[in-house]
């Protein structure tokens, strides 16, 4: 509790997708502006891959593998 609802419904949809599905990475990304999209995605525990996408150069892009995400859930309250 206590956090935003864009961090809220992240936190589920990374969840869902590593626990669940079997994904082994999620990736996300967001205008380098975006302050507030790129807090929310550090939070999840990303790590910053760089670009990506050769039609957005400016644009940063970061990801957490399942590995990653299992060791953190040690550590954290997810």
């Known amino acids: 509790m206590g956090e935003s609802l864009a961090t ?11 626990k669940d599905a079997g994904i082994e990475r999620v990736v996300a990304g967001a ?6 999209s790129l807090r929310v995605i550090e939070k999840l525990g990303m ?3 760089g670009n990506i996408n050769a039609g ?4 940063p892009y970061y990801a957490v593998y399942l590995a990653e995400f299992r060791a953190d859930m040690g550590r954290s309250k997810r």
């Open 47 to 49: 790590r910053l891959v």
């Open 31 to 36: 205008d380098a502006t975006n302050v507030g």
């Open 8 to 18: 809220e419904a992240s936190t589920a949809c990374e969840c869902h997708a590593l």
């Open 56 to 59: 957005a150069p400016r644009e």
